[in-house]
């Protein structure tokens, strides 16, 4: 009796707090403002830069805030509190997770190669934004004018021609016509920036077909950005916890002073306009297009799927209040798309200025907007060095907040599953993830690198995040029940009122899984990938859906392994967790789960600890 005591007490002092950490063996944030950092640098990426201002501009301008916001309230929210407290109950990956149903084990997996694919063509973004940066150092800025790299195609002011008649006049400015918006006709030619872009950093190749050799100050680059992020994580979350006080807050920094300059710039007023202002249409709320890239961006921008947040929440204290901290995160995320899109379109607008055209031609889409509209207009303001060097430094830390958090998941997922291997290696771990994902990046850093890139970002980081999200959703609410669910919830907030559950009740069981038609919708209305007009040859899209096969197969797979090796009906299966399921510290067990199997106990300790309690 003695003995066990002993035995009991010793296991008790092995999970108290040490050093701040209320669980020893796994580690838990520093400070509740780490975590809300690294979950807002995490969910704040390049996908609010670049995706958000376009897709508002292209579907309504401020009308498109409706269906966003409404999506954020009907999917974003719900599920981003849903991973939220899978991954703090139990304090595991988003592997083990799945312990609730053993059989969708495979869904876990599935979010771990999303991230790990996602990550490959991430790193290569952030070190385009390096480059860029570093060439902004020069003076004059080399995109600024058709220098000796440029070809005959290259030109500062695009020329504009007048369609009169049907006649095309080139000097009707000089026969005091005002011509019309649509009677304008713009000559074929590229800008300076464009021309930079596909001749000095990409050095694009006419095709996938033509990879051509590894563009060595992209490859250097993409190495700068590796080492970065395995310094930052080389201790996992209490090195990167550091890290994002300064990369998750100075891009709100850059933000603001690009908002400010841009602002005062003559012209700005008309690419606000565009944006979210008076040039709304109020007309495209009738277009599903619009609901569908709404939905999208929300999954999109707030990683949900990606195994990011079930990580990064399985670190927080077992009691901290998930729900407030989704609130605070979801909003801050939407917001910071609104208000990057101002600092874009006030510069874009006073671009469209200078070149006496409509804010239409100069606003682009993605690589587009970031690595040559923006850019160019950049060059066009006074001190135009700083402001490039403020803009791609902003990119980097974004990129780098989210790379963080995607390189985490896999070493997570490795730790959980095989503890024994790996929880003491963690440095030796994330230094050869990084070496990894810099050796999977190189073939994007070829000269056909920018055609692999867009493949992965149209098939591995879109709308097969909606099939996740949709395996996620059934499995919570339908399978492993929405009533055990909120108790385990209330284990960790305390108990709530029936009123307080009834929206979330209505949320995870009848609304969000109604995403199933955005679903079927994407599916039906895809269109393959291009990109700079080049058609991509029938192989790679196959290749693309093969992508698609290799995250989500695991799911069907994992489900079989699990159905043969078990016994019992499928239905028990599908109901019963394993007998590991639970909060990882047995003082939070509770009488629930308080013969929940210890995984880093021994069976001598277990059986002794539950003989002295009987």
Not at 460 to 479: D, K, M, N, Q, R
Not at 561 to 585: C, N, R, V
């Amino acid at each position: 009796s003695n003995f066990s005591a002993c035995l009991e007490f010793f296991v008790f002092l092995n999970h108290r707090e040490k050093d701040g950490d209320e669980n020893t063996e796994r580690g838990n944030w520093t400070s509740k403002t780490e975590y809300l950092l690294s979950m807002v640098g995490y969910a704040v990426g390049l996908g609010n830069i670049w995706r958000f201002p376009y897709l508002a501009y292209k579907n309504g301008g401020g009308a498109f805030l409706i269906p966003y916001f409404t999506m954020l309230l009907v999917a974003g929210i719900p599920l981003f509190y849903m991973e939220s407290a899978l991954g703090q109950f139990c304090s595991q990956g988003p592997v083990n997770v799945w312990r609730m149903v053993p059989l969708l084990q495979g869904v876990g997996v599935a979010t771990v190669m999303v991230s790990l694919v996602a990550s490959i063509y991430y790193n290569v973004i952030i070190a385009y934004s390096a480059y860029f940066m570093f060439a902004s150092m020069q003076n004059p800025l080399p995109w600024s004018d058709c220098f000796s790299w440029a070809n005959e195609n290259c030109t500062k002011t695009p020329t504009v021609l007048c369609n009169i008649s049907g006649v095309l006049v080139a000097n009707w400015t000089g026969l005091n016509l005002t011509c019309p918006q649509s009677d304008r006709v713009k000559v074929p030619s590229q800008s300076p920036s464009e021309q930079y872009w596909d001749l000095v950093v990409l050095q694009r190749s006419s095709g996938l077909e033509e990879t051509g050799p590894v563009v060595w100050h992209l490859a250097l680059c993409l190495l700068l950005s590796s080492a970065i992020v395995a310094a930052a994580l080389i201790k996992g979350i209490k090195s990167s916890g550091k890290a994002v006080y300064f990369t998750a807050t100075f891009p709100y920094v850059v933000i603001f002073i690009l908002l400010i300059r841009g602002v005062t710039l003559e012209g700005a007023q008309d690419g606000i306009d565009y944006y979210i202002g008076s040039k709304s249409n109020m007309t495209k709320l009738s277009e599903a297009q619009v609901w569908k890239d709404a939905a999208t961006q929300i999954f999109f921008s707030l990683c949900l799927a990606w195994g990011g947040v079930v990580t990064l929440c399985s670190y927080n204290n077992f009691h901290n209040n998930l729900f407030k901290d989704t609130l605070v995160i979801t909003f801050t995320n939407c917001g910071t798309s609104v208000f990057a899109g101002f600092a874009i379109f006030s510069i874009l607008g006073h671009m469209a200025h200078i070149y006496g055209v409509s804010v239409t031609e100069v606003v682009d889409e993605g690589f587009g907007l970031t690595f040559i509209a923006y850019p160019d207009a950049l060059s066009k303001l006074p001190i135009s060095q700083l402001w490039s060097i403020l803009f791609f430094f902003m990119l980097l830390t974004v990129g780098l907040d989210s790379q963080f958090a995607a390189i985490e998941v896999i070493t997570t997922f490795l730790t959980d599953m095989f503890p024994e291997i790996f929880k003491s290696k963690r440095a030796v771990l994330t230094l050869a993830t990084s070496a990894f994902f810099y050796l999977m990046g190189l073939p994007c850093v070829t000269r056909a690198g920018i055609y692999w890139v867009t493949i992965i970002d149209t098939f591995a980081a879109t709308w097969v995040l909606l099939i996740l999200a949709l395996f996620e959703i059934v499995g919570v609410s339908y399978v492993y029940g929405l009533n055990r669910f909120i108790k385990d919830i209330e284990m960790m907030i305390g108990e709530k009122s029936f009123a307080f559950w009834l929206w979330w009740r209505a949320a995870w069981f009848v609304i969000t899984p109604g995403m199933i038609v955005i679903l079927v919708w994407s599916v039906i209305t895809f269109v393959p990938p291009s990109y700079g007009g080049v058609v991509y040859p029938d192989w790679s899209v196959a290749l693309g859906w093969c992508m698609v096969a290799f995250i989500v197969i695991w799911i069907p797979i994992i489900a079989v392994y699990k159905l043969i090796k078990a016994e019992g009906t499928l239905w028990q299966l599908l109901s019963t967790p394993s007998e590991d399921w639970g909060p990882y510290l047995e003082i939070h067990r509770g009488e629930r789960y308080s013969r929940q199997k210890d995984p880093y106990r021994s069976e001598a300790e277990v059986t002794v600890i539950t003989d002295s309690k009987l």
